[in-house]
């Protein structure tokens, strides 16, 4: 953006809260097109379906400008976790109901999301670890 724009860019990552912190502190710099939010559909369609009380409004604090780019999930696990199939992995969550976690970019994100969905569709329960609860 630098060589682009021929004047300084800054890059501000701002995890945690799923995007709504980043996009808060978009929301509220001054409208001078200086300041802009890389931001998928968590914090432009989820976070207000999600959410009754959000620090942004999408439509008054945003202006779209391009798509960058589309994303996919895939699921991992840890190599010592004794699954190495959908199959297995689910029939293990379902001989330790809630003694599993899986993590997220925070709640109400598309990883807490698939997570939640993954539980319905198979019937089972896992503890749902979002970025920034676990201690450093």
Do not use: W
Not at 3 to 28: L, S, T, Y
Not at 118 to 131: A, C, E, G, N, W
């Amino acid at each position: 953006m630098t060589e682009a724009f021929k004047q300084q860019a800054i890059v501000d990552n701002r995890g945690g809260a799923a995007g709504r912190i980043g996009a808060e502190i978009v929301a509220h710099s001054p409208p001078d097109g200086h300041t802009l939010l890389m931001a998928g559909s968590t914090v432009m369609i989820t976070a207000p379906a999600v959410y009754t009380s959000l620090p942004y409004d999408v439509q008054r604090d945003f202006v779209p400008i391009t798509l960058v780019g589309y994303t996919s999930y895939v699921l991992v696990l840890h190599p010592a976790v004794p699954a190495r199939t959908v199959p297995e992995f689910i029939a293990l969550c379902r001989s330790r109901p809630g003694k599993l976690n899986y993590s997220s970019s925070g709640s109400g994100g598309p990883a807490h999301l698939a997570g939640e969905l993954f539980q319905s569709l198979t019937k089972v329960r896992m503890i749902h670890v979002p970025y920034g609860s676990i201690p450093r």
